[in-house]
């Protein structure tokens, strides 16, 4: 096996790479902290929003009925299940006579 190596070496030194290395990782922080503080916005926001609805559920303000509310209109839906095919039903329309919408005043 002959393994030949050049003394000359074209690329950057190890000090170079390491700092390049570095400030890459810094950037991909930075990036990951700004996801992560505004996936903590919306889950906090998603905790306030729950309990509100819970508060008002409770006290007799709304009732559950109107928390089913679906808006009159045109979906797509993905049904998932473990063992089979993923289903994608596209184009579902939900006409305004089959909608509670009409309950809110």
């Given at each position: 096996?002959?393994?030949?190596?050049?003394p000359?070496?074209?690329?950057?030194g190890?000090?170079?790479?390491?700092a390049?290395?570095?400030?890459?990782?810094r950037?991909?922080?930075?990036?990951?902290?700004v996801?992560?503080?505004?996936?903590?916005?919306?889950?906090?926001?998603?905790?306030?929003?729950?309990?509100?609805?819970?508060?008002?559920?409770?006290?007799?303000?709304?009732?559950?009925?109107?928390?089913?509310?679906?808006?009159?209109?045109?979906?797509?839906?993905?049904?998932?299940?473990?063992g089979?095919?993923?289903?994608?039903?596209?184009?579902?329309?939900?006409?305004?006579?089959?909608?509670?919408?009409?309950?809110i005043?």
């Open positions: 096996m002959d393994i030949q190596v050049s000359a070496h074209d690329g950057p190890p000090a170079e790479e390491y390049r290395r570095l400030a890459d990782r950037v991909a922080v930075q990036q990951l902290d996801v992560d503080a505004r996936t903590a916005g919306a889950r906090l926001l998603t905790v306030v929003g729950v309990a509100a609805t819970a508060v008002f559920v409770w006290r007799g303000s709304i009732t559950g009925y109107l928390l089913l509310v679906l808006p009159a209109g045109t979906y797509d839906v993905h049904v998932a299940q473990p089979r095919p993923d289903v994608t039903l596209s184009a579902m329309e939900l006409p305004p006579d089959r909608t509670r919408m009409k309950l005043q």
